[in-house]
């Protein structure tokens, strides 16, 4: 087996954990994992629908029952753009900052248990390599 192949697979690999620790999480939490990154997207901002589905990387009707969904949980809210009645922001409610916020520190706990066995050194190397490897795709 080549070095490509073994990184793919361990790259792979690590990608199905992550996505079981947020699933986990998801479920410990009562939400799917869309809602999840919907409020880590919206933590910090208010974005225009149009924006919200850029940052999502989702279609606009996707984004318009994402937002619905949570909306009725209480969880974001949409807020009028002074002097365009047809367009709206979308904004996290107090419930949905908690809830992001909870969400949040129990990926981050799981993920911590996860890179458990690593060294501080290693794990800062780690956290460069991985950052190094998001920023090809922007």
Known sequence: MGEG?????????????VQAVVEQACAEHGALPGQ???????????PAMTELAALLDVERASVTGLVDRAERRGLVR???????????????T?????????????????LEALTGGLSAAERERFARSVGRILAVGD
Do not use: H, I, M, Y
Request: proline letters at 2%; charged letters at 35%; zero cysteines.
């Open 5 to 17: 192949l073994a990184l793919t697979d361990a790259l792979v690999q690590l990608s199905f954990r």
């Open 36 to 46: 999840a990154r919907l409020l880590g997207v919206l933590e910090g901002r208010s």
């Open 78 to 92: 949409r807020v009028a753009v002074p002097g365009d009645r047809r367009a709206a922001r979308v904004e996290l």
């Open 94 to 110: 107090d419930k949905g900052r908690e809830t992001e916020a909870a969400f949040r520190a129990d990926v981050a706990r799981r």
